[in-house]
Nanobody
Framework: QVQIVESGGGLVQPGGSLTLSCTVS????????LGWFRQAPGKAREIVSS????????YYTPSAQGRFTISRDNDKNTGYLRMTSLTPEDTAIYYC?????WGQGTEVTVSS
C-alpha cells in the first residue's frame, strides 16, 4: 500500500526559506506526477507545484513561480519543494499527492 509522508514544515520569518520533503513508499513513481498542494484555514486547497517523475517537467502556480523550486530524488523516492522569499500568504498546511493518494501534510507558518 502506498504511503506518503511530508516533512520539513515549521516556522520561518518573512523572506526566509524552507524545503519540504515528500517520501513515497510502496509504489514506483515512474509515469506519475507528484504534486504539492496547500490549504490555509478557511480557504480551498490549491495546487502549488508538480513534477512529472519521468520527464521532470514542472508546473508552478503563478504565486510560486520564481520563488519555489520542485525537484525529485529518484534513488530516495522523494520529492522536494524548495521555498524561498516566503511571505505570510504562504502560511498553510502543505500536502503531497501522487496517484490519488495523499500524505498527512506538514504545516508551514511564515510570521515575524
Amino acid at each position: 500500500q502506498v504511503q506518503i509522508v511530508e516533512s520539513g514544515g515549521g516556522l520561518v520569518q518573512p523572506g526566509g526559506s524552507l524545503t519540504l520533503s515528500c517520501t513515497v513508499s510502496g509504489r514506483s513513481l515512474t509515469g506519475y506526477v507528484l504534486g504539492w498542494f496547500r490549504q490555509a484555514p478557511g480557504k480551498a486547497r490549491e495546487i502549488v507545484s508538480s513534477i512529472n517523475w519521468s520527464t521532470t517537467s514542472t508546473y508552478y502556480t503563478p504565486s510560486a513561480q520564481g520563488r519555489f523550486t520542485i525537484s525529485r530524488d529518484n534513488d530516495k523516492n522523494t520529492g522536494y519543494l524548495r521555498m524561498t522569499s516566503l511571505t505570510p500568504e504562504d502560511t498553510a498546511i502543505y500536502y503531497c499527492s501522487i496517484g490519488g493518494s495523499w500524505g498527512q501534510g506538514t504545516e508551514v507558518t511564515v510570521s515575524s
